[in-house]
């Protein structure tokens, strides 16, 4: 049987995790553009999978009686590979106004 503290504590954070889902969600909806669409859904879905990763770390290594760490792994490679993605669906939808027309902030030219 687990122990109490380790219930608890895996409750709390799977649910701290689904309020930060719902934050995102809500944020999604009621942001304007594409550009203030982006930073909800990013934002709260690292921070609910570091829940859902210490969750996970908490239980199984209760569960087996050693520190079990492999959890991390997910929550890194999301915190590697978000903001790439971000930055690259950003300059493709900015990309996609100049070709438009829309009136956008100039390009920034390495070259002086």
């Known amino acids: 049987m687990m122990p109490l ?7 709390v954070l799977l649910v701290l995790s689904s309020v930060f889902a719902l934050i995102g969600a ?7 553009d594409f550009f203030q669409r982006m930073h909800p859904p990013a ?13 996970s770390i908490i239980y199984f290594s209760v569960l087996k009686s050693a ?4 959890g991390w792994l ?13 930055l690259l669906l950003a300059r493709t939808a900015l990309f996609r106004k100049r ?6 902030p100039a390009e920034v030219s390495s070259r002086r």
């Open 5 to 11: 503290w380790v219930e608890v504590s895996v409750a």
């Open 26 to 32: 809500i944020g999604l909806l009621r942001m304007k």
């Open 43 to 55: 934002l709260a879905s690292t921070l609910g999978a570091w829940c859902v990763a210490l969750a």
């Open 67 to 70: 520190p079990v760490l492999h």
């Open 74 to 86: 997910i929550p890194i490679l999301l915190a590697i590979t978000v903001p790439v993605t971000t």
């Open 99 to 104: 070709m438009a027309g829309d009136d956008v």
